[in-house]
């Protein structure tokens, strides 16, 4: 039986991964800003108390996953908060890295979250595992983010992974882009043209588990589906799969004027292709977007 320390558990992709590692008989704790306690099988550890004490505490654990940042799409992208999703991300993967390094009964595997926000804006470009980072904003934070995560022991296992656009019924962008439709104000953004890489949350769960359990993966990990779709595709099907029309389009200048900076996260292209999930045999739940979007709306 294998221990897991989760940093960002509370979130979607963490609470929904911790009720899977529990089902598969594992023990599972989470870093979190409350009390220290134990509910419904899972040891949640104050933040304070692990940064005292965390190499102690990291010696404790088979396999420590990192999740953790403050939401992208959260706030406006003001200085101060993007000074904050820097900073979420960078001081606790470092402690993290660090304290692995330090332990003296090291992890078996490190996994670190980062995004494909890493590629920046490019256009038809196919991106793969080692294609080069790209520019702007989003792509200097997951730089930032993978640096940070870096170990110097060979005894663990290290795998970051690049997520995709989450699709979850509850939270993330899907209720987002679904909410206009119910007003018939469906729309395409900028020329709809740009690439959107997606997962199911339930494959990206599956992902994770996948990892933990086949010692072969490791290094960089796309976690997207392999059928990246442009934006109009995606917003073709999504207006199909709600019965509801997606004729309109929000031209390029005026999302850049109501959303300033953060547009990129709507206009930038990124074509990303899962080739090391794929080639190390993991079967995608859902690949195909209509099916996928069936399943989490309908």
């Given at each position: 039986?294998?221990?897991?320390?989760?940093?960002?558990?509370?979130?979607?992709i963490?609470?929904?991964?911790?009720?899977?590692?529990?089902?598969?008989?594992?023990?599972?704790?989470?870093?979190?800003?409350?009390?220290?306690?134990?509910?419904?099988?899972?040891?949640?550890?104050?933040?304070?108390?692990?940064?005292?004490?965390?190499?102690?505490?990291?010696?404790?654990?088979?396999v420590?996953?990192?999740l953790?940042?403050?939401?992208?799409?959260?706030?406006?992208?003001?200085?101060?908060?993007?000074?904050?999703?820097?900073?979420?991300?960078?001081?606790?993967?470092?402690?993290?890295?660090e304290?692995?390094?330090?332990?003296s009964?090291?992890?078996?595997?490190?996994?670190?979250?980062?995004?494909?926000?890493?590629?920046?804006?490019?256009?038809?470009?196919?991106l793969?595992?080692?294609?080069?980072?790209?520019?702007?904003?989003?792509?200097?934070?997951?730089?930032?983010?993978?640096?940070?995560?870096?170990?110097?022991?060979?005894?663990?296992r290290?795998?970051?992974?690049?997520?995709?656009?989450?699709?979850?019924k509850?939270?993330?962008?899907?209720?987002?882009?679904?909410?206009?439709?119910?007003?018939?104000?469906?729309?395409?953004?900028?020329?709809?043209?740009?690439?959107?890489?997606?997962?199911?949350?339930?494959?990206?769960?599956?992902?994770?588990?996948?990892?933990?359990?086949?010692?072969?993966?490791?290094?960089?990990?796309?976690?997207?589906?392999p059928?990246?779709?442009t934006?109009?595709?995606?917003?073709?099907?999504?207006?199909?799969?709600?019965?509801?029309?997606?004729?309109?389009?929000?031209?390029?200048?005026?999302?850049?004027?109501?959303?300033?900076?953060?547009?990129?996260?709507?206009?930038?292209?990124?074509?990303?292709?899962?080739?090391?999930?794929?080639?190390?045999?993991f079967?995608?739940?859902?690949?195909?977007?209509?099916e996928?979007?069936?399943?989490?709306?309908?």
């Amino acid at each position: 039986m294998k221990n897991v320390l989760i940093s960002g558990g509370s979130g979607a992709i963490g609470s929904r991964l911790s009720q899977l590692l529990l089902s598969k008989s594992y023990n599972v704790s989470i870093i979190t800003r409350s009390n220290s306690k134990k509910v419904n099988n899972i040891n949640y550890i104050n933040i304070r108390e692990f940064e005292s004490n965390a190499a102690n505490i990291v010696s404790g654990y088979n396999v420590v996953i990192n999740l953790a940042g403050a939401g992208i799409a959260s706030k406006s992208w003001t200085t101060k908060y993007k000074n904050e999703i820097i900073s979420s991300r960078a001081q606790i993967t470092k402690l993290l890295a660090e304290s692995i390094d330090s332990a003296s009964n090291k992890p078996e595997l490190f996994i670190s979250a980062s995004a494909i926000g890493f590629y920046g804006d490019r256009a038809e470009e196919k991106l793969y595992e080692d294609s080069k980072s790209g520019n702007g904003f989003l792509a200097d934070v997951c730089k930032i983010w993978e640096s940070s995560a870096q170990i110097s022991n060979s005894i663990t296992r290290k795998v970051i992974c690049r997520i995709g656009i989450v699709l979850d019924k509850s939270s993330g962008a899907l209720p987002k882009m679904a909410e206009p439709f119910k007003f018939y104000a469906g729309a395409s953004l900028g020329s709809g043209k740009q690439w959107y890489s997606w997962i199911h949350i339930e494959d990206i769960i599956n992902a994770f588990l996948f990892i933990i359990e086949n010692d072969n993966v490791e290094g960089i990990v796309n976690f997207c589906s392999p059928n990246p779709l442009t934006n109009r595709e995606f917003t073709n099907v999504l207006g199909d799969v709600l019965g509801k029309p997606s004729f309109m389009s929000v031209p390029k200048m005026v999302l850049k004027i109501m959303l300033g900076e953060s547009s990129e996260m709507v206009l930038n292209s990124q074509r990303v292709v899962p080739r090391k999930l794929i080639e190390s045999g993991f079967n995608f739940k859902y690949s195909n977007l209509k099916e996928a979007l069936i399943q989490l709306l309908r």
